[in-house]
């Protein structure tokens, strides 16, 4: 019998379209193997919470198969190294990531474990084109959407990998450490309780999704991805954040249906290539992550200081801002930001009170469930002026047109925000059993008055943005 092969799990917590996974099981007996490394370690609260909740919906799955998942904690390469000596594998195959981190470590596994004579082969799945592939015509990396969403269209999107019908273990295993002794959600506190009531974790759970988004959602996409009272995206984005669907099997799944007949699948799958396009800038421009990515913006005025009673505000949705209060108590409740709130609770942040979209940044990395660094860091400066697309970069949103225009009926606020109302519905009650007890807020408490009206701080902003 062959040696086994290690399936090493990162964020692709699926079975099918799993190019490692398939690589792997060429070879015969297969250990998947997820280590709890320095990247995982630094997560925040929410995206460890999830994290956690992905690893059981995964360990289902692979019991399903008559697999086992082989949890260990540590360095990447030093738990590899260990495995490899314990099982004898001579084979390690891993789908890539793009942020530097992830590189960096992937590159020392690869060069070391190649070294000792193994094969070590990391594979492509993460994004529907890999970002070394996209080029321009000049063989430069995109630095705007519309032409690398041109390009992407062009491009022959690999066809997804079948889900195998069974995955053959070695006869011995390898001591497995306990999920639950990692405690992974002990940050969140008692939100735990509160995000699983609003979640849909696993793989079975996101190929639900966008089956019934593809059935009923998908032909008014266009035009109801605006309307945040309304449920009309997919609700994928955490899914596709841990890798319990790739992109490549939602790009097929929408060319299907648009080849059945199905409408407005074209703006869908364009945000499916905004998702590409931000890992492109990462890869190509890894300073995006941390730093400002346009050159210029270094001495801009925002205020970097962390807990503000104006930061504190925003965070807890007590800014007076309607629209942004509701962002944010939808953030604390779900895990999630319908994404035109979260441009204009980002741009309330960075710029009617000029505070450093890296604070921003920060605190939705510990919130989201989907956080995404690539996503995240990217939207973040497209909205303050400091990123890529950025054009006109002193573009303001006025949160109570934006609320006007997207939810005429209210019905947005009222889900989320209870104060002033006579039967709060369930939704909004949930934000005072997920927040910090400390912060003692209720239902009765009246609504603040704006910290920063809209009038002065757009001309505030206006002021510091007409210097650049």
């Not at 759970?205 to 959602?217: G, H, I, N, P």
């Not at 505000?313 to 629209?323: H, P």
């Not at 953030?331 to 741009?347: P, Y």
């Amino acid at each position: 019998m062959k040696n086994p092969s290690i399936w090493w799990i990162r964020r692709d917590m699926r079975l099918t379209d799993n190019e490692a996974l398939s690589a792997a099981l060429a070879c015969g007996q297969v250990i998947p193997l997820f280590i709890l490394d320095e990247r995982s370690e630094a997560l925040g609260s929410a995206p460890k919470w999830r994290l956690e909740r992905s690893l059981e919906a995964l360990q289902d799955a692979l019991n399903s198969k008559g697999s086992k998942l082989v949890l260990r904690r540590g360095s990447a390469l030093n738990v590899l190294r260990d495995i490899v000596a314990e099982t004898g594998a001579g084979e390690v195959h891993w789908n890539r990531l793009y942020d530097p981190r992830s590189r960096r470590i992937d590159s020392e596994v690869k060069s070391t474990l190649r070294s000792e004579g193994l094969k070590a082969q990391s594979h492509t799945g993460h994004l529907l084109v890999e970002p070394m592939q996209v080029r321009t015509q000049t063989g430069d990396f995109y630095k705007v959407f519309t032409p690398f969403w041109r390009n992407i269209q062009t491009q022959d999107v690999a066809a997804p990998k079948p889900e195998p019908k069974d995955i053959g273990g070695p006869a011995e295993w390898p001591h497995s450490e306990c999920l639950k002794d990692w405690s992974l959600s002990i940050s969140m506190q008692r939100g735990a309780k509160i995000l699983s009531q609003y979640s849909a974790v696993g793989e079975a759970s996101a190929w639900s999704k966008l089956s019934r988004f593809l059935e009923e959602r998908a032909s008014r996409y266009s035009e109801a991805r605006d309307l945040i009272a309304e449920h009309g995206t997919s609700d994928l984005s955490d899914n596709l954040a841990f890798g319990e669907i790739s992109a490549r099997s939602i790009w097929h799944m929408g060319q299907k249906a648009f080849a059945s007949g199905a409408e407005g699948l074209e703006p869908f799958l364009r945000q499916v290539g905004w998702r590409d396009f931000a890992q492109h800038l990462m890869y190509h421009t890894p300073h995006i992550v941390d730093k400002n990515w346009r050159d210029g913006w270094d001495d801009f005025p925002w205020s970097e200081v962390e807990n503000t009673p104006e930061v504190e505000a925003w965070k807890y949705g007590r800014t007076g801002i309607d629209f942004v209060d509701a962002a944010m108590r939808e953030l604390w409740v779900t895990g999630k930001m319908h994404n035109r709130a979260r441009m204009v609770a980002a741009s309330y942040l960075t710029k009617h009170l000029l505070v450093h979209w890296r604070i921003g940044e920060r605190w939705f990395a510990d919130q989201l469930i989907d956080y995404d660094q690539a996503n995240n860091t990217m939207g973040w400066q497209w909205v303050a002026g400091s990123g890529p697309d950025a054009s006109p970069y002193f573009r303001i949103f006025n949160p109570d047109t934006q609320i006007k225009k997207f939810d005429p009926q209210g019905r947005y606020f009222k889900r989320w925000v209870a104060e002033g109302q006579i039967q709060p519905p369930k939704t909004a009650l949930d934000f005072f059993e997920a927040i910090p007890k400390r912060l003692d807020m209720s239902a009765k408490d009246l609504r603040p008055h704006a910290i920063v009206g809209l009038k002065e701080g757009r001309e505030r902003a206006l002021a510091a943005y007409s210097k650049k």
